[in-house]
Structure formats: C-alpha cells, structure tokens
C-alpha cells in the first residue's frame, strides 16, 4: 500500500527569543504535505507527485520548537515541566545531571514542589499554569515522571545523613499528592536502603560501594611463558568486561569539574567513588604492563621484545572492540619512561608491531587539545562495531578462525 499524498521537511534556524530570566534558541520545523484533490486519485492509489499540479492540494505547517540555552533557576526548572510536555526527556536527564554547578539539590526541590507541584497557591496563576482540573493532571504527571527520573538516576542527591531532609520533604509531599504512586514506593525504598546501611556502617560492617573497587595486586609471573599463554583477544575480551562493568555505573554527575576539583580534599575523599574506580582499573592495567614487561631481571632481550609485542597485538584487540580506556592504558604503559628507556628491547620489535604501535598512539596525540580521540570517540561512541580498513578486518577473522580450529584441535 502505497500512501496517496507526499511530504517534505524543512528545518531552519530561527534564531533566538528573549524573555525575562530565559533565552531560547528557535528552530523552525516546516511541514509540506501534497495528496491528491479528488477521491478517485485517492483510491487508484496515486502518488502526489505523479499528479498533474490541478489534482493535487499542498498544505504547510510550520512548527516553531524552543530549546532553554541559558535561564535563571526558576526558569530552567520551569522547563522541565515543559520538556516533559514536548518529550523532551534529554533535557530532564542533562539537567538532573549538571545542575549542582549552580545550585543545591535543596533549591530545586523547593522549587520543583512548592513552586510548580502545588497547584492550589497563587503562584502557579502568576506563572502561567493554568488550574483546570485537566491541567492539574497533566502537571501532576509531569512532576511525577521527573521525580522518579530523580530517584532512579542520581539517588545519591538524597543521601544527606543522618536527617535526609530532602528525601522526608519529597516523601511528605507523595504521601499528600501520591499515595501509593510509584515515585512514593522509590522514594520510600530509597530512604530505608540509606538507613539500613548507616546502621550497617555503625554496627562495624564494610558498606558496599555504588562501583567494584579494583584490587591493585601485582600479576605474579614466574616464566615468561606464563603470559605468552594467553591470547591477545581473550585478554582484551576480558580488559573490556571489566571497563564495561565499571563505566555502566558511572554517575554523570561524578564528572563535572565542579564536583572532581574538590577531591583532593580531606572532606571530600569519598567524592566521585565510580569515576575513581575507573581511575583505579585504568593505573591496574598499567602497573600489570609494565610488572610483564619488568618483574623478570634476567629476561633476554628477545623475550622482553615478544612481551611488548603482545601488548601491542592487545592494544589493537582492544581498540577493535572499541575499547579506549584499556586501548589508552596499553599506550601509557608503553610510553612510559621505564619502558621506553629500553632502548635494545625497542630494537628487536618487529617493524609491523611498531608501526602497530606508532598509529595507535597517534589516536591520543595531543596535538589541537585531543582533537583525534575527541573525533573518533564521537564518529564510533554509537556505532555498533569499530571504524577499520577492511584489510585489518579481514586479518582479524583469519586470526579467530586460526584460534578456533586450534580450540577444535
């Protein structure tokens, strides 16, 4: 079935809108439909564009679309209700994420509440919310939807021991304009896993950290035959399962700089625990490179070469699957100063794994402030499988295919 009418749109920059306490960016989003005149064009299944122009009806619409690119916290707030209408969900999850730069979870509660979730005050007429019934329940929805967006994605905001203020005052506000909702069972879930672990904590018991902590033990080798054992994709299978488990639980907010700058700080020493666990895991992968590269004194040249290349063909395993913190880690190791420095194990590796190695470390030049990573990261960051030359491609599935009959063997 083909459709009896065609459509085309343009998008174009409309420039921005000022009010008070806010500027938006427009864009104008125009809609052109073309369907035939008649009923009989309609039912012989014609296409608009097949029609003679007096058998066919063009109708426009235009759309204007407003994006908040600077406001006052009231405003920006605000458009969370707003976004909420337009299913602009990606800026409810960016604002959740990025607003202890300007303000206190505190203020934005206060506001988000007593401000825009109390549709019986004056203020929400001032603002221009309406107070039909139909709107309290569109408003309720919103608020509703933005507090468990809240609950699930930055829960640590209501952690304040040992009061919680924040979580009873949005506890007290469900129970008197949700109860029984969804939000009112999170929150309340919420607040007795926070008070089960103060007890946990005060009774002597380890709580458990949001991320794994990374044991930093050395890898003991007693032959270097030991690690030629493994092979180079099972290790950077296995270096990606253990960056993916710790980055899946990054929290956004962890990583302003508002936020990181103060971690040096005795208070603050807990700050941020899931990007240092990333941290942690990166300095591992460094420290094991350089311990298979080192710990064994008496290693002949050609022995610690071959370990380098190993590291090398890793490396290349890693950033086929995308892998660029344990791909970054590889190179740091081996850009190191007490590896580099060996200026006769260098020597004896071959010319293919240099030139391996010299185009890996090209991706972290900091040549035009990381220009390259920064390229690459946002070209493959959602692409399902790596940006290669077919060559190495195809190379890496005579490599699994020589690895699999060797399995089968």
Known sequence: FSPPFSWQITIQDGGEEVEEGAVYHVTLKRVQIQQAAN??????????????????????????????????????????LTAFG???FTYITIFLSTYRAFASNKEVLD?????????????????????????????????????????????????????????????????KNMPGSDPERRAQNLLEQ????????DAGFLVACPCNQIDEEEVELTTPEDF???????????????????????VPYHCLGC???????????HLAPTIRATITQ????????????????????????????????IAHECRILKNFSSLRAIISALQSNSIYRLKTTWACVSKDAMLMFEELSDIFSDQYNYLTSRELLMKEGTSKFA??????????????????????M
């Open 39 to 80: 009923k009989g064009a309609r039912w012989l299944e014609a296409e608009g564009d097949q029609l003679p122009p007096e058998h066919t009806v063009n109708q426009c619409e235009t759309y204007k679309i407003r994006t908040i690119k600077a406001g006052t916290l009231e405003k920006l707030v605000e458009n969370l």
């Open 86 to 88: 337009d299913n602009d």
């Open 111 to 175: 506001l988000l509440l007593d401000r825009y979730g109390n549709l019986e005050t004056s203020t929400c007429e001032e603002d221009g919310i309406e107070s039909s019934p139909e709107s309290k329940a569109v408003l309720k929805t919103a608020i509703a939807s933005i507090l468990r967006a809240w609950l699930d994605q930055c829960s640590e905001d209501f952690r304040e021991t040992p009061d919680y203020p924040c979580l009873l005052k949005l506890l007290d506000y469900l129970k």
């Open 194 to 201: 926070f008070q089960n672990q103060e007890i946990e904590k």
């Open 228 to 250: 030629s054992y493994f092979p180079e994709d099972l290790v950077a299978e296995q270096l990606t399962y253990m960056d993916a488990t710790l980055f899946k639980k990054v």
């Open 259 to 269: 936020i990181w700058s103060r971690r040096d700080k005795e208070e603050y020493k």
């Open 282 to 313: 990166f300095n591992a992968v460094t420290k094991c490179i350089i311990s298979t590269i080192l710990k064994i004194k008496d290693l002949k040249t050609q022995q610690r070469a071959k370990i380098v290349e190993k590291w090398i063909h």
């Open 387 to 408: 940006n290669l030359d077919s060559n190495v491609k195809e190379n890496q599935k005579k490599s699994q295919r020589r690895l699999q009959l060797q399995k089968d």
